[in-house]
Nanobody, 123 residues
Framework: QVQLVESGGGLVQPGGSLRLSCAAS????????IGWFRQAPGKEREGVSC????????YYADSVKGRFTIFRDNAKSTVYLQMNSLKPEDTAVYYCATDQAPYGSSCPSGDYWGQGTQVTVSS
């Protein structure tokens, strides 16, 4: 069955960096769109970054452009989110998600979700 497991969250000071990982199993990652979402306390979940199948399209929310980078290692069936120049407003639970249908050409709508990893940016 499809499984997504996030890791790499933690506490970091403003201006610091973290790399989140999402280990995928139960499907061939290369054929699927996959994305990172986040939800801060009291706020709705928002899309952060995503990549379509075969990396034909990459999206970043305006709030993270130039600071975050999404990339995947299909051989390891893992997608990463490199987060630099972190700000307190980046504090949230970060989730990765994918869709049931392969060959997605846009960001996933989220048929499958991981359990999330907490990122806290604070001095």
């Amino acid at each position: 069955q499809v499984q997504l497991v996030e890791s790499g969250g933690g506490l970091v000071q403003p201006g610091g960096s973290l790399r989140l990982s999402c280990a995928a199993s139960g499907f061939t990652l290369a054929y699927y769109a996959i994305g990172w979402f986040r939800q801060a306390p009291g706020k709705e979940r928002e899309g952060v970054s995503c990549t379509s199948s075969k990396n034909k399209m990459t999206y970043y929310a305006d709030s993270v452009k130039g600071r975050f980078t999404i990339f995947r290692d299909n051989a390891k069936s893992t997608v990463y989110l490199q987060m630099n120049s972190l700000k307190p407003e980046d504090t949230a639970v970060y989730y990765c998600a994918t869709d049931q249908a392969p060959y997605g050409s846009s960001c996933p709508s989220g048929d499958y979700w991981g359990q999330g990893t907490q990122v806290t940016v604070s001095s």
